[in-house]
């Protein structure tokens, strides 16, 4: 039999090595994981994997385990399995050979929480800093949970009713058992390609400790962290923590709440649209208006005809520019309607020669040329002018009448 | 185009601003009503924005490639 120079194995030889080497090693070890794959053979022998989110391990229980075990075995249980890692060296493959099982009672998956948490804690990714603000005004919003239940129904019901500009996106997902985890990571991993997407809300209703257990996977944390689109999270209820609650920019208490907490009402934002308007209207009101009288009292006050051909220049400006402001608001506002139109009559009505029009007069006094605003101040001024829309005429104040 | 999202901020914003900026500085004329001009445009956007969307609903579905195509959804999740 020729051997090659270099020293070698055989196949056979090194896996007898690593199988001694892993036997001896782990006699005896205790491994939390879900179950999946489970078959169970005509022998007797039950054989599945265990699984988390980031690996599997083969296992076999042997058919006198087996019928020890009071536990009737189904996929998506999540275990823990007591026995000895042994390799098959005829696949070069290794295996816990488990001897007894137990479900993972609450202690087991609590404590498997809180070294999570610690771990992604110290790691960073609950910071503050890390936290995504979320948009005011979301028009498209990715829901990611099941289809079918209530968390789905309350939030797009919740969604629908207080922000209907908003799109919904429907993501559906399994939110329990082997499949939620990789759908939650998947969902997160595809959702930002999708255009215009503002939000993502994730989340599913209440349920036992290892129904919400997805949402305690390292992978969907990691997902949610690396996701660049903000996600609500909303697990269970009030008082269900998850792992992703943490991770999430926003933890909601509930389904319904991530929807509150998501959008604006649509009341609220037109409310606030309208007050803005109202003070825009306001300002061309009253600011067009506190112009056009300083302007006019200038053109009463001065007699000087340079002068005055100068303020009523700058009069005309004022009228010019109202009437722009009117066209321009017939033009954009079209379609609004009432309100603004409203809005240009009473410009309109501030137009000084209409006023004049319409039977009012500008008093003014004869010597100083200040604009006369009280009885008193005529009777004082004796000498006054009028001005009229069509001219002015000089007059003299004789006596107050009213009897004041 | 930007999103709806991006453009509703950003018109909403600069509506508030154009209406702080007429309130508080003493503008020329001619700027104050390009101003008031450019305000209500915004505010018109800012409605339209409001008004053309109807909550519609939408499914994600994986297509073979791996893109998420928008299916109109059945209209009964809600019930």
Not at chain 1, 46 to 63: H, I, N, P
Not at chain 1, 114 to 128: I, P, Q, V
Not at chain 1, 180 to 204: H, M, Q, T
Not at chain 1, 254 to 267: F, G, Q, S, Y
Request: glycine fraction near 6%; aromatic fraction near 6%.
């Amino acid at each position: 039999m020729p051997l090659d120079d270099r020293r070698h194995l055989t196949v056979s030889e090194l896996n007898a090595l690593v199988s001694s080497l892993v036997e001896e090693n782990f006699p005896e070890v205790r491994v939390l994981g879900e179950v999946s794959n489970l078959k169970r053979h005509t022998s007797g022998h039950v054989y599945f994997t265990l699984k988390d989110a980031g690996a599997q391990l083969r296992a076999v229980l042997f058919r006198s385990d087996a019928e020890r075990a009071a536990l009737p075995l189904e996929d998506g249980m999540l275990v823990i399995a007591e026995g000895r890692v042994t390799v098959y060296e005829a696949y070069g493959q290794y295996q816990i050979v488990v001897r007894s099982l137990e479900r993972a009672g609450v202690g087991a998956l609590e404590l498997a929480f809180r070294l999570l948490k610690e771990r992604l804690e110290k790691e960073g990714l609950f910071d503050s800093e890390c936290k995504k603000p979320l948009p005011s005004y979301p028009f498209r919003i990715a829901v990611v949970t099941s289809p079918t239940g209530a968390a789905v129904r309350d939030i797009v019901s919740t969604l629908r009713r207080r922000w209907p500009p908003a799109e919904i996106l429907l993501f559906p997902i399994a939110v329990q058992g082997g499949q939620a985890a990789p759908d939650i990571v998947r969902a997160l991993s595809l959702l930002p390609s999708v255009a215009e997407l503002d939000l993502i809300i994730l989340g599913r209703g209440g349920g036992s400790v290892e129904d919400l257990w997805a949402f305690n996977e390292e992978a969907v944390a990691r997902a949610i962290y690396a996701c660049p689109l903000p996600v609500v999270s909303a697990v269970g209820h009030e008082t269900d923590f998850t792992i992703a609650d943490f991770v999430a920019d926003v933890r909601a208490a509930t389904p319904t709440m991530a929807a509150e907490i998501a959008v604006p009402r649509l009341d609220d934002v037109v409310l606030r649209l309208d007050e803005v308007e109202r003070r825009l209207v306001q300002f061309a009101e009253v600011g067009l208006e506190l112009r056009r009288r300083r302007l006019l009292e200038l053109v009463r006050s001065y007699a000087l005809g340079r002068v005055r051909g100068r303020l009523e220049g700058a009069m005309q400006a004022v009228d010019y520019a109202a009437e722009k402001l009117r066209r321009s608001i017939d033009a954009v506002m079209a379609a609004e309607g009432n309100r603004l139109n409203q809005t240009v009559a009473h410009l309109e009505g501030f137009d000084a020669a209409k006023i004049l029009s319409r039977g009012y007069v500008v008093c003014s006094d004869a010597r100083t040329g200040g604009v006369i605003r009280s009885a008193g101040a005529a009777l004082e001024a004796r000498d006054v002018r009028l001005a009229f829309a069509d001219g002015r005429v000089s007059a003299e104040v004789k006596e107050r009448f009213d009897g004041k | 185009m930007a999103s709806k999202k991006a453009r509703f901020e950003e018109s909403m914003k600069r509506l508030e601003e154009i209406v702080r900026e007429l309130e508080g500085k003493d503008l020329s004329l001619e700027e104050s009503i390009a101003k008031f001009e450019e305000g209500v445009k915004l505010g018109k956007v800012c409605r339209e924005l409001l008004e053309k969307a109807e909550a519609r609903i939408k499914v994600l579905v994986e297509d073979d490639n791996g893109r998420l195509e928008e299916r109109e959804a059945r209209d009964d999740i809600e019930r």
